[in-house]
């Protein structure tokens, strides 16, 4: 039976972070949907098409990773994609014990449901999409943690 997995993430922007974890996740799974949040509890930069768009785009070389929008319960859009994993990417300490809270949540919610933590590539761990959005907005030089396309859409 063929394995799917779910990585969800606001992707404000998405960057060479997520894209490691991406990369790595798709050797783990036979199918990787990346779940961008349409409405997620923080205000973004990027409006929701722009954050999609972008996620789409730098996926494309991934054959067995799609790109889907999701709202509401992430444990009931990775159900409704038949997943058995939900993964995500960590840097420091402080982002496992906040995924570690967010896994025994989802746990609660659905027990089949495995969370993957990944821990960041050392390239990537210094990356942080509000730390690329901050040096964006002040004209600083991000094209070593995101993409042409990324960074593009952030200049506007
Ligand atoms: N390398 C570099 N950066 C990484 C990284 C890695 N390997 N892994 C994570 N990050 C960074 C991102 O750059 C981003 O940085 P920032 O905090 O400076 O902005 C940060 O980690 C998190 O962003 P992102 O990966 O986009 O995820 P998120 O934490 O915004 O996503 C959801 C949260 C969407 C998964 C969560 O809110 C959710 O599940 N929502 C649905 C509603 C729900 O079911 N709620 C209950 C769940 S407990």
């Keep these: 039976m063929s394995s799917t997995a779910v990585y969800p993430g606001t992707f404000d922007p998405i960057t060479h972070g997520h894209t490691d974890v991406i990369a790595r996740a798709s ?21 929701a098409d722009q954050r999609l768009d972008l ?36 840097r420091t300490a402080a982002d496992f014990d906040y995924e570690a809270q967010m896994a025994l949540i989802n746990r609660g ?13 050392p390239e990537t761990a210094q990356i942080s999409s509000s730390l690329v ?6 004209g600083g030089d991000i094209s070593a943690w995101v993409d042409s396309r990324v960074e593009a859409a952030l200049m506007v």
Excluded: H
């Excluded at 799974?29 to 990027?46: E, G, I, W, Y």
């Design 109 to 121: 919610l659905a027990s089949q449901l495995e969370t993957v933590i990944l821990p960041a590539a």
């Design 55 to 90: 996620a789409q785009q730098i996926c494309k070389p991934y054959s067995t990773v799609t790109v889907q929008a999701f709202d509401g319960l992430l444990v009931e859009f990775a159900q409704s994609m038949c997943a058995k994993a939900i993964v995500r990417g960590v």
């Design 27 to 47: 050797r783990l799974f036979d199918r990787l949907v990346v779940a961008v949040v349409m409405r997620p509890n923080k205000s973004t930069q990027l409006d």
């Design 133 to 138: 959005r901050e040096v964006a907005r002040l």
